[in-house]
């Protein structure tokens, strides 16, 4: 059972280069959202989404798209990438009840230089 | 809006000392509560949740009760091991269903 996968796991990228984070999972969970991690800011939303084709932003949206044409993909897009969004980027998904677990990928590490 | 906080680490304590980590919430309605926990070069996953007043979660010799007069949800555990070192993190879901995060604590138990 795969649960959430992410790629990549590292990945370095010049100032201004763009770039796709990856997430996938194989749950049918309808809810699935991006955060980044930062050192004592713990985890901030970026953006989420409750169902294919349906997306909102979280606490930290600008500088980040995000689609979900399917409900088992939910790419998170960097257009212009700029050092302040070196970070780890975490993918999550549970089932849509406010209740349920939220399962985790294993994250990606992001340096902008 | 909602909105989560957590007592500042890093926590270091010897092996078998007792364990809190305070969470403190503010939410409209009533949230769920969770505690998540991240080991070393892992994702996070999920330790214990409560989903209404006075509701006690349980995990691995972990508890955490929703106390919502206090609005308060604190992590305890009696005696913790070499292996409880990991970053927790407070967390709750409200209206909408976004799962809020805390800034995390970070335990370090020494043998």
């Known amino acids: 059972n795969a649960g959430v996968t992410q790629t990549p796991k590292f990945q370095v990228l010049k100032t201004g280069q763009s770039m796709t984070l990856q997430c996938a999972q194989d749950?049918?969970?309808?809810?699935m959202s991006w955060y980044r991690q930062d050192p004592g800011m713990g985890l901030r939303l970026i953006h989420y989404?409750?169902?294919?084709?349906?997306?909102d932003q979280g606490e930290v949206p600008n500088g980040y798209n995000v689609s979900r044409s399917t409900t088992e993909d939910f790419p998170l897009r960097l257009l212009l990438a700029a050092p302040s969004q070196t970070s780890v980027y975490f993918c999550?998904?549970?089932?849509?009840?406010?209740?349920?677990?939220?399962?985790f990928g294993q994250g990606t590490r992001l340096t902008v230089v | 809006g909602n909105s989560v906080t957590q007592m500042e680490g890093p926590v270091t304590l010897s092996e078998e000392a007792f364990l809190t980590i305070n969470c403190t919430y503010t939410?409209?309605?009533?949230?769920?509560l969770f505690w998540y926990v991240q080991y070393p070069g892992e994702g996070l996953q999920l330790l214990l949740k409560?989903?209404?007043?006075?509701d006690k979660g349980s995990n691995k010799g972990f508890e955490a009760t929703y106390r919502k007069e206090t609005t308060s949800f604190h992590l305890e555990k009696g005696s913790v091991q070499v292996s409880d070192s990991a970053v927790y993190f407070c967390?709750?879901?409200?209206?909408?269903?976004?799962?809020?995060f805390g800034q995390g604590t970070e335990l370090s138990v020494k043998p």
């Open positions: 999550a998904s549970r089932l849509r009840s406010e209740n349920t677990e939220a399962f």
């Open positions: 967390a709750l879901t409200g209206q909408g269903g976004k799962l809020i």
């Open positions: 409560a989903t209404k007043a006075d």
């Open positions: 749950m049918n969970h309808e809810y």
């Open positions: 939410a409209t309605g009533y949230p769920s």
């Open positions: 989404s409750v169902g294919a084709g349906i997306t």
